[in-house]
């Protein structure tokens, strides 16, 4: 799927949720509370990690396998193990109720039919999905046909997250992505009739792509029967294949102000077209925002399963190992893949709710926050919230705040200021 990457003039990755934080002010001090009034909330969310792809594309930095599908059996063990101990843990003899299922990758559907339907057994078997869930399937195009869907369908998915990036033939070249125009419109189209709920990937700024180019994107996404569009500008991760042919002056980045204006269309074209823009990359028709997304913009808790998964449950956070095939080792031999862990003060989760929360085009409401962790968070950042609207990055109405058009460019800035 396509790479989680920034927009405007902060061309930075964002991967990481953690930052060096201050502690709270004396009088408030949340030093004082292990947890948030009423206790940590109980997950009702899950990811899962499927590292298997085709190929890995030149700009990936992902957890993902290429051409290993011979570990896919051992993969599906480890899985088994890890979400029975998530539930020991949790301390549950059921199965976790969960309200969102998201399985991304890596590409789930490049599971062969008889292991996805052996990772639904598993599914079936340790979770128990609420009547109104939201379950979430990524996919490439090229591996969308009814076979697929049908197995997709009987378990319960009911949205599909194609990795379509474009519908230019020569911008998929560049890409490295092994699909077609053709491929990703027949695959949305017969997604749509499958499972309904469509979300798309597309990508933007690419080596020679022009602001033409991505607008022809954008009008043949809102021609099809998608009901989301995540919208992403090219970011060049250090140890990718594509960072390293910039540093070569092999790729030339797309000119700043060409991707501001692409960023610009992308709210336009998708805004015409009934899609709101919801967060800095996300644009929805009405009733289909991203559920699973907003646990993780708001702060909730939520389980995670796979090679590079981040877990957040009862105030701690632990991430799995990177490596699949080290994930795979450490969790069929010792039960336990974690690569890092760590408490969350409440200071660091009020500025993760803020920093994260703010990225929602409707902003957030900070007194809110304060009641969440039970003390007075927002006067701990008056100063960066000042800073921000001197810059017209921001707007406030009491303790309601946004970002503006103009802060919009400048998420990610403000994102770690809050942040630090």
Same mark, same amino acid.
């Given at each position: ?128 999905l609420s009547p109104d869930a939201e379950f979430t399937c990524e996919a ?21 997250s194609l990795g379509v990036q474009s519908f230019h033939d020569s911008k ?90 692409? !960023? ?6 998708? #805004? +015409? $077209?009934?899609?709101? %823009?919801?967060? &800095? *990359? ?44 080290? !994930? ?6 010792? #039960? +336990? $893949?974690?690569?890092? %862990?760590?408490? &969350? *003060? ?38 960066v919230l000042d800073s921000c609207e001197q810059s017209k990055w921001l ?26």
């Open positions: 799927m396509g790479p989680r990457v920034n927009t405007g003039e902060e061309h930075g990755g964002h991967e990481s949720q953690d930052g060096v934080l201050r502690s709270g002010r004396s009088g408030d001090s949340p030093e004082r509370k292990q947890s948030p009034p009423g206790g940590w909330p109980t997950p009702r969310s899950l990811y899962l990690h499927v590292p298997f792809c085709r190929h890995r594309c030149g700009y990936c930095n992902f957890s993902v396998l290429a051409g290993r599908d011979d570990l896919q059996d051992r993969f599906l063990d480890a899985i088994e193990r890890e979400v029975r101990g998530v539930r020991a843990q949790a301390g549950s003899e059921s199965p976790l109720l969960l309200d969102t299922l998201y399985l991304g990758g890596g590409t789930p559907t490049q599971l062969t039919d008889a292991r996805l339907q052996r990772l639904m057994r598993i599914l079936r078997e340790n979770v128990t490439n195009p090229e591996d969308v046909d009814v076979t697929v869907l049908s197995r997709l369908k009987e378990a319960g998915v009911n949205r599909i998929l070249q560049t890409l490295q992505r092994s699909h077609s125009r053709d491929h990703a419109i027949g695959a949305i189209e017969l997604a749509a009739k499958w499972i309904g709920n469509v979300t798309i990937d597309l990508i933007f700024a690419v080596p020679g792509e022009t602001l033409a180019d991505w607008r022809g994107d954008l009008e043949c996404a809102v021609s099809l029967p998608i009901r989301h569009v995540s919208t992403y500008s090219l970011t060049y991760e250090k140890g990718t294949q594509f960072w390293s042919r910039r540093e070569r002056g092999g790729l030339t980045p797309v000119n700043e102000a060409v991707d501001i204006r692409m !960023y610009r269309a992308s709210r336009q074209i998708l #805004g +015409d $077209a009934g899609f709101a %823009h919801y967060e &800095i *990359s996300s644009f929805a028709m009405p009733g289909c925002r991203s559920r699973h997304n907003s646990v993780y913009w708001n702060g909730y808790g939520w389980y995670a399963l796979g090679p590079g998964a981040a877990r957040f449950v009862g105030g701690r956070r632990h991430v799995n190992h990177r490596s699949p095939t080290t !994930y795979i080792k450490r969790m069929l031999e010792t #039960g +336990d $893949a974690t690569a890092e %862990h760590e408490s &969350i *003060s409440l200071e660091q989760h009020a500025r993760e709710i803020a920093a994260f929360g703010i990225r929602q085009i409707d902003g957030i409401d900070l007194a809110k926050v304060d009641r969440r962790v039970g003390y007075e968070f927002s006067r701990t950042i008056e100063s707007c406030r109405n009491g303790s309601h705040v946004k970002l503006t058009s103009r802060g919009l460019l400048f998420a990610d800035s403000v994102e770690s200021m809050i942040l630090q």
